[in-house]
């Protein structure tokens, strides 16, 4: 199985920061690449598919890169409502999410 | 609008079986394929097992090989998983997606499975 990684596994940022989250692939993956958003007691919800094409209804704060093994997840300018845990998630064989970085409040 | 609503949880006793069931709505079901998503208390998502549009293409978590069975009836929108042979380490919430080849696009709010004596 394909085996991801992301990094860091927490942060503290303050509204209005730019905040980076990496997600390694043990394997190529192309762009086969999806990120979610999971906020405590819910469902995720898709942000980011084929490593870098905006969901229909995300805010365009939101981005994300990358393309083989090395993946980066960008917020331009972190709102109170980012606060959240994301994951990263390849579907080349057959899916695989990362273990997720916690976005706490500074 | 698009809806996923599971049922079926609780608590199980180890080496008991569950049958997890997932009401789908507000999208045309049988252009979907559908999928099974767990996360353990305070863990991680862990992809479960997929159905193709039209019960083909039927995969599993090698994790859950052998002891689970995902189906579909598209005649009542709905989706099915199965688990027998439990263990303490099934124990999580388990969430009904849309889609099961790329992303999960639709996810609904998720029945908590409880494996413990």
């Known amino acids: 199985d394909i085996q991801m990684t992301q990094s860091p596994s927490s942060l503290s940022a303050s509204v209005g920061d730019r905040v980076t989250i990496t997600c390694q692939a043990s394997?190529?993956?192309?762009?086969?690449l999806n990120w979610y958003q999971q906020k405590p007691g819910k469902a995720p919800k898709v942000l980011i598919y084929?490593?870098?094409n905006l969901e229909t209804g995300v805010p365009s704060r939101f981005s994300g890169s990358g393309s083989g093994t090395d993946f980066t997840f960008t917020i331009t300018s972190l709102q109170p409502e980012d606060f959240a845990t994301y994951y990263c998630q390849q579907y080349e064989n057959p899916h695989t999410f990362g273990p997720g970085t916690k976005v706490h409040i500074k | 609008q698009v809806q996923l609503v599971e049922s079926g949880g609780g608590l199980v006793k180890p080496g008991g079986s569950v049958r997890l069931s997932c009401a789908a709505s507000?999208?045309?079901?049988?252009?979907?394929?559908m999928s099974w998503i767990r996360q353990a208390p305070g863990e991680g998502l862990q992809w479960v097992a997929k159905v193709g549009c039209h019960d083909s293409a039927i995969s599993y978590a090698d994790s859950v090989k052998g002891r689970i069975t995902i189906s579909r009836d598209n005649a009542k929108n709905s989706l099915h998983l199965q688990m027998n042979s439990l263990r303490a380490e099934d124990t999580a919430v388990y969430y009904c997606a849309r889609g099961g080849v790329k992303r999960f696009d639709a996810w609904g709010q998720g029945t908590l499975v409880t494996v413990s004596s």
């Open positions: 507000g999208f045309t079901f049988t252009d979907y394929c």
């Open positions: 394997q190529d993956i192309n762009n086969h």
């Open positions: 084929d490593a870098s």
